[in-house]
């Protein structure tokens, strides 16, 4: 009888254990609000496609407050970003127009902000792909990829980020 209740005990821990692991797998604890500009964000563990990113932020919300795949505006909102969830590879709002004729060109903040601010690695956007340093659509899509301190790159629509940055705001 004895066993029976420390084995029961036992499952309970290791289900309570997993339960908790398959959490922190989805999100941080809490999202992290920025004093700069009152909005909270997250980085948030949904390997996937950018579409995919952006469907899936547009369901969620905190506080009542709608989310979205993060615009950093500035370099002071991109640097708290980084700093707060420098772990990897992360989808942002950022998009390329496809009827962009440059490179450097037609970039659009998801929420129609202006797209003043950028932060680009150096080299990029290239566009890489068949025809690297033609703008020819093959890279139109905003990420930070790994180990580049908070600067941009531009991907390819189907590259599986493990990951986005939540933004939400009123």
Not at 15 to 26: A, I, K, Q, V
Not at 28 to 54: C, K, L, M, R
Not at 100 to 127: C, H, M, Q, Y
Request: net charge negative; charged share 20%; hydrophobic share 40%.
């Amino acid at each position: 009888m004895v066993r029976q209740g420390l084995k029961a005990v036992s499952r309970l821990f290791v289900l309570c254990g997993l339960g908790l692991f398959l959490t922190g797998l989805n999100a941080h604890a809490e999202p992290v609000q920025w004093e700069g500009n009152g909005h909270w964000y997250d980085a948030i563990d949904f390997p996937s496609t950018w579409v995919d990113a952006f469907k899936d932020a547009r369901r969620r919300s905190y506080l009542d407050l709608p989310g979205h795949l993060a615009t950093l505006t500035s370099f002071e909102e991109n640097d708290f970003v980084w700093g707060t969830f420098q772990m990897g590879s992360f989808w942002l709002g950022g998009f390329q127009v496809p009827w962009a004729r440059r490179l450097d060109k037609g970039w659009k903040w998801i929420t129609g902000e202006p797209w003043s601010f950028t932060n680009w690695v150096t080299g990029e956007p290239n566009d890489f792909g068949s025809t690297p340093e033609v703008e020819d659509g093959e890279e139109n899509f905003l990420h930070f990829p790994n180990g580049t301190n908070g600067l941009w790159n531009d991907i390819y629509l189907t590259f599986p980020a493990p990951g986005y940055i939540i933004e939400y705001e009123p």
